[in-house]
């Protein structure tokens, strides 16, 4: 049901042709063709319910159209709400049999969240000045993916830091931003605003020649990045919502020093100008944790019910037919975008799930 990609639009925009990879596209127009797929639309999930046998029973929303209360009934729950949104249900789901929020005998449901450890710079590249007119609007992200190489320098322990980080890089003839005018502006080094013929021929010049790199990498678990419920604060439908915390350790910092230093180095490899000066204060150059939105954890996995939420099919350990399908079961954010690996264990899941059902286990 997908097209070739042939850059028909921008793909942050959504994609004209369906060539690019998204959920409705790619599994619920297949899955509603079936017939055996119901999507309850502007249904907010407020709780797993469960019964006197500590069984899920199914899932309690709120009508947001209306406010009024309904629930869906399931001999299986799955959540696959995101990590944070299924971190959420799973503590707002309390009951005198799960008092600290369902599937948290543990202890450990909203800790060890993680996410990309990430920094960026970006550079004028002279060489990219005056290039022809043509169309990019379609290469609306990062369409190249630079893997980390670093392995031997990791297992040594010379870096300061274990795993690494990948490098995406952005450039071209974009759809324009609303400070493309200022940016060329000051690129022309000129003492006022661009106007007329002047203008249009810096634009010419100018327009498409800068461009930046973008590092995500690992991060490592601590114990003091983990989420709770807010005491006081509640969304709009009276729902508890989450309150974050957050520390890097040196670790993430030491990376991002190297990315830092890395980037720069391609940059004027590139005989490109950076314009921005390396900042004393580390922090100062890492995105803050969950901005890069690859946030996972929150419900880890493992191999002992006492420090994890999930055995390794993403089956909570307290609640047999409750299961987590994102990436709240992470025990890790590696180098890699987190979506493939998503689905991978995902559908790992579902072919479990299947499996114990045909055995009549659940």
Same mark, same amino acid.
Not at 132 to 154: C, F, K, S
Not at 178 to 200: P, T
């Given at each position: 049901?997908?097209?070739? $990609? ?8 959504? $994609?004209?042709? /369906? ?40 899932? !309690? ?6 406010? /009024? ?102 450039? #071209? /003839? ?12 000051? /690129?022309?080094?000129? %003492? ?16 498409? $020649? ?14 003091? $990045? ?5 005491? @006081? ?18 670790? %993430? ?37 969950? !901005?890069?939105?690859?946030?996972? #954890? ?40 987190? !979506? ?10 579902? @072919? ?11």
């Amino acid at each position: 049901t997908r097209a070739p $990609c042939f850059w028909a639009t921008d793909c942050h925009r959504g $994609c004209a042709i /369906r060539a690019n990879y998204d959920s409705q596209t790619v599994h619920l127009r297949p899955a509603l063709a079936t017939g055996n797929l119901d999507i309850l639309p502007n249904a907010m999930a407020h709780e797993v319910t469960v019964n006197k046998d500590g069984k899920a029973t199914g899932i !309690t929303f709120i009508d947001k159209t209306t406010g /009024r209360e309904g629930h869906a009934k399931g001999r299986v729950v799955v959540l696959a709400a995101s990590s944070m949104e299924s971190v959420r249900l799973l503590l707002n789901s309390k009951s005198n049999l799960f008092p600290h929020g369902i599937a948290n005998s543990s202890g450990k449901v909203g800790k060890y969240i993680t996410d990309s450890v990430s920094s960026s710079v970006s550079a004028h590249i002279p060489a990219f000045e005056s290039m022809p007119g043509h169309n990019e609007d379609g290469a609306g992200g990062p369409h190249a993916y630079v893997p980390w190489t670093l392995i031997a320098q990791n297992r040594d322990g010379g870096l300061g830091f274990p795993g690494g980080y990948h490098l995406e890089f952005t450039s #071209g /003839r974009q759809m324009p931003a609303v400070n493309v005018v200022s940016s060329i502006d000051s /690129r022309a080094g000129s %003492e006022s605003v661009l106007y007329g013929q002047k203008l249009k021929e810096e634009a010419r010049r100018y327009y498409g $020649c800068q461009l930046g790199f973008g590092a995500q990498g690992t991060m490592v678990p601590n114990d003091d $990045c983990y989420a709770e419920l807010d005491p @006081d604060l509640k969304d709009q439908w009276g729902i508890p919502v989450l309150r974050f915390h957050w520390k890097w350790t040196d670790f %993430e910092l030491n990376q991002v020093k190297h990315q830092q230093q890395r980037i720069r180095e391609l940059l004027e490899a590139l005989g490109g100008k950076v314009a921005k000066k390396p900042e004393a204060d580390v922090l100062k150059s890492m995105k803050q944790g969950g !901005t890069v939105i690859h946030e996972v #954890g929150g419900a880890i996995m493992g191999a002992d019910s006492a420090t994890s939420v999930t055995n390794q099919w993403s089956q909570t350990w307290d609640v047999k037919n409750l299961f987590l399908a994102d990436g709240a079961p992470f025990a890790s954010t590696a180098d890699k975008n987190p !979506t493939l690996t998503i689905m991978a264990l995902a559908w790992r899941m579902a @072919d479990h799930l299947i499996d114990e059902l045909k055995r009549q286990k659940i």
